[in-house]
């Protein structure tokens, strides 16, 4: 039986297809799915500055500013000279033994996505109030929050550019940046440099797909160990808001490598693992709202991610899926002379299961099997001999039928 001409024509335009097909790389996907139409329909919704203007920001500067937790600053200024405020958010308390650690916040890149605002004003109300949850969080970290990142765009109403009409978020590999642009570098880079790096920064934006969800950045343009951080972080930010933000995977980027022009690629290309940075896209749609509930879900998500984790916290919230795998201790290993010594790893179990707890190194290949078999409730020590190890960046992963938890674990010399 002959195959038939058109089959054999179809096969080799394939063939030709997947030869041409690689060389062109295909565009990141807009993450915030911007629709001029529904935008333009939005703005008439919401009235003027799509419902808070430069001037609204002002006045609750002065009302945050009454709050003896936060410190108010100017950065720097916009195209049109407006201010780009920072709210510096923690205790008034001394810090103890630990160095505090640092998230960073900033929204309205794109004015008309204006609901990641109330999502970020929510952040900000809960962590100025006097909940116990709030005042650990304060003690804890620091958290510097922008509210109002591109206020000329806000104030002239455009959907999602400055006053020069250039889109901040993917102009962070321009030459030179736009004067907001450099304004966030620079508050980042100096941020980065000091002994309390950021550790979690957000970037709050609002989705016309409808939908709450973080925008994950594949293997292909981070590493295997960032991926399973990323899903740490975001399994645990929507186990605080069930059925409210969909799962890790729904929309996922830097599919073909890493892009150079967004603030989370600044991050990546600079910083690698160390910063869990990521966009938070809300719902920019009319059935936007539970602003309150995703910001809850956002602190105990990043206050898990950081190991905010004490009696208060436990006893507010219960176990999400049972499983609580701690930062390793002494954390960096220190491996030089005398000063050897085993590391400790914990982790806890709400009910009976089945684990293995895996050390990886940087390349994802597994180095140890710390703990493996049918483990009862409760606290479990691990106690690991790392002398054998190499300088750098491990991770160890918690793995059961629940779930999984990873962390990091550096070891220096
Ligand atoms: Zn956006």
């Known amino acids: 039986m002959s195959i038939p001409r058109i089959l054999i024509l179809s096969v080799w335009m394939s063939l030709a297809l997947s030869l041409i097909v690689p060389t062109l790389r295909a565009d990141e996907p807009d993450k915030c799915g911007y629709d001029a139409a529904l935008s333009k329909q939005m703005l008439l919704d919401l009235g003027p500055h799509w419902g808070y ?35 510096t958010i923690t205790s008034d308390l001394p810090v103890g033994d630990s160095l505090r650690q640092t998230v960073f916040l900033h929204a309205r890149t794109h004015p008309g996505e204006v609901q990641a605002w109330w999502v970020t004003n929510e952040i900000i109300n809960f962590l100025l109030s006097e909940d116990p949850f709030a005042a ?17 765009g806000v104030e002239l109403e455009y959907p999602r550019e400055n006053a020069h009409g250039v889109d901040l978020e993917s102009n962070w590999s321009a030459n030179p940046v736009e004067p907001e642009v450099a304004v966030l570098r620079g508050r980042f880079s100096e941020l980065m440099m000091s002994s309390a790096p950021i550790e979690v920064a957000l970037n709050m934006h609002s989705s016309i797909r409808c939908k709450r969800y973080f925008v994950y950045h594949d293997e292909a343009g981070t590493s295997y160990q960032y991926t399973l951080l990323e899903q740490d972080f975001i399994n645990g930010v929507r186990s605080y808001f069930p059925g409210g933000i969909e799962p890790w995977n729904y929309f996922v980027s830097w599919k073909s490598g890493t892009p150079n022009y967004y603030p989370e690629s600044w991050f990546w290309l600079n910083f690698q693992e160390a910063v869990m940075a990521l966009t938070y896209e809300d719902m920019n749609c009319s059935s936007a709202g539970k602003y309150d509930s995703t910001a809850f879900a956002l602190l105990h998500g990043i206050a898990d991610y950081l190991d905010v984790v004490t009696t208060i916290a436990v006893d507010r919230q219960p176990f999400r899926d049972g499983l609580e795998l701690q930062q390793s201790y002494p954390n960096p290993v220190q491996l030089s002379g005398a000063n050897r010594q085993a590391t400790i790893i914990q982790y806890s179990l709400e009910k009976p299961a089945p684990v293995r707890l895996v050390l990886y190194d940087v390349l994802g290949r597994r180095i140890a099997v710390l703990d493996e078999g049918y483990r009862n409730r409760g606290v479990h020590r691990i106690f690991y001999n790392a002398n054998n190890l190499a300088e750098g960046v491990y991770f160890y992963r918690l793995e059961t039928v629940q779930g999984t938890r990873t962390r990091k674990l550096l070891i220096v010399r």
């Open 53 to 87: 203007s430069y001037d609204s920001l002002l006045i609750d500067l002065k009302r945050w500013q009454q709050s003896p937790y936060v410190t108010i600053d100017s950065l720097g200024a916009s195209v049109q000279n407006r201010a780009i405020w920072q709210l």
């Open 136 to 152: 650990l969080l304060r003690e804890r970290c620091t958290f510097y929050i922008i509210p109002m990142y591109n206020p000329d």
